[in-house]
């Protein structure tokens, strides 16, 4: 939902730039965060939303939501099923709009990466297995309407990819690595691109890592790349270089 994509064609804050969530304490974002820097998250939200974080938790009662730790982690878990609910529902109203599509792609995403990042290998992970591919028709029902989005593209072929290797299903990465070729044809310098090839390539079996350390060495050269996603692909040189 990274690490944080930064679309190629500046259209203003808009749901196809992420933000981070509106989690409800700044215990449990300090938390999170924390979690985010150790391992290297891959949520569909970036540092382009503090200020509107900052004034989203600057709304809510003093102490709600303490118990929501990484420890205690349901809530967690949880926090984006209200929303996916309203962009279900706006979908319906508006079917012809992409942006309401790709917020959905990027709620559903959320809500998945959040459980793979915290407990990969948890029950509630395999339960939600199934919305890396919701995830992916919402993308494609915006790409559409934006046939030539290489970032959605990308985020489409990352929850293609994760399926696929999360319900060990080989046509799934092939299909995932398929449109993040596609994607890089579109836009072969935008950084979230050269990311989430990287992350297809590593889900195959066996794993290319090599090529994938190639476009994540990429992105560490791009001078313009978003720092969120240079970090990510520094964490991801290192510990696939190891």
């Known amino acids: ?37 150790t391992a290297g998250s891959m949520l569909l939200t970036g540092p382009q939303g503090m200020a509107f974080l900052s004034n989203e938790m600057a709304s809510q009662p003093a102490g709600q939501g303490q118990a929501d730790t990484p420890d205690n982690p349901q809530l967690l878990f949880n926090q ?27 709620l559903l995403y959320d809500s998945v990466q959040i ?24 993308y494609s029902e915006a790409l559409r309407l934006e046939p030539q989005n290489a970032t959605v593209r990308a985020d489409m072929a990352i929850s293609l990819c994760y399926y696929g290797a999360g319900e060990n299903e080989p046509s799934y990465v092939d299909m995932g690595l398929q449109q993040a070729q596609q994607a890089i044809d579109t836009d072969p310098h935008n950084e ?12 195959t079996q066996p794993p290319q890592t090599e090529a994938a350390l190639q476009y ?25 270089s190891q």
């Open 1 to 37: 939902m990274l690490r944080e994509p930064v679309r190629s064609q500046e259209r203003g804050r808009k749901a196809t730039e992420r933000r981070l969530p509106t989690w409800t304490t700044t215990v449990v974002l300090v938390a999170l965060l924390t979690f985010v820097i």
């Open 80 to 106: 984006f099923e209200p929303q996916i609910i309203l962009a279900q529902q706006e979908v319906e109203r508006q079917p012809d709009n992409p942006e309401v599509w790709i917020e959905l792609g990027n």
């Open 115 to 138: 459980v793979r990042e915290l407990q990969p290998d948890s029950d509630i992970y395999q339960q939600r297995l199934t919305r890396w591919i919701e995830a992916s028709a919402a």
């Open 192 to 203: 979230r691109v050269l990311l989430g090839l990287g992350l297809c390539l590593v889900q």
């Open 216 to 240: 994540w060495r990429t992105v560490l050269s791009l001078p313009s790349a978003d720092p969120g996603i240079a970090a990510e692909a520094q964490r991801l040189v290192e510990v696939y």
